[in-house]
């Protein structure tokens, strides 16, 4: 991983157990939620957003998580669209940030809703 993905996500953690108590340690795309859980959360991000927005709502909700360790190694091909560039890199920490903010400014009990 790059330098500044290990930087926004040990910072997007230490964000999220500010605001929620629940210490995150990876910001990885690989996650499994129970669907009525992931139903009432209500999600609105559909890009790079994503995982930031599901982790904080469940966090917020008090679900209880599971960090599992994933190896991380050198893609074999191609190039990546966010770290394969700087306008990549900025593009997705916007969309990630506005995630972070859009969540954190919302009501406490907006996850909880049935």
Same mark, same amino acid.
């Given at each position: 991983?790059?330098?500044?993905?290990?930087?926004?996500?040990?910072?997007?953690?230490?964000c999220?157990?500010?605001?929620?108590?629940?210490?995150?340690?990876? $910001?990885? %795309?690989? +996650?499994?939620?129970? @669907?009525?859980?992931?139903?009432?959360?209500?999600? #609105?991000?559909?890009?790079y /957003?994503?995982?930031?927005?599901?982790? $904080?709502? %469940?966090? +917020?909700?008090?679900? @209880?998580?599971?960090e599992?360790?994933?190896?991380? #190694?050198?893609?074999?091909? /191609?190039?990546?669209?966010?770290?394969?560039?700087?306008?990549?890199?900025?593009?997705?920490?916007?969309?990630?940030?506005?995630?972070?903010? #859009?969540?954190?400014?919302?009501?406490?009990?907006?996850?909880?809703?049935?």
């Amino acid at each position: 991983m790059a330098w500044h993905q290990l930087l926004a996500g040990r910072l997007a953690g230490l964000c999220i157990a500010l605001l929620y108590g629940v210490r995150y340690t990876d $910001m990885c %795309a690989y +996650r499994a939620i129970r @669907r009525d859980s992931l139903e009432r959360f209500g999600m #609105r991000e559909m890009t790079y /957003g994503w995982s930031i927005e599901m982790q $904080m709502r %469940a966090a +917020r909700s008090g679900l @209880r998580t599971l960090e599992v360790p994933m190896p991380y #190694r050198r893609r074999s091909g /191609g190039r990546s669209k966010v770290v394969g560039s700087i306008r990549g890199s900025l593009r997705a920490g916007c969309r990630i940030i506005g995630a972070f903010l #859009r969540v954190a400014a919302g009501r406490p009990d907006q996850s909880r809703a049935a």
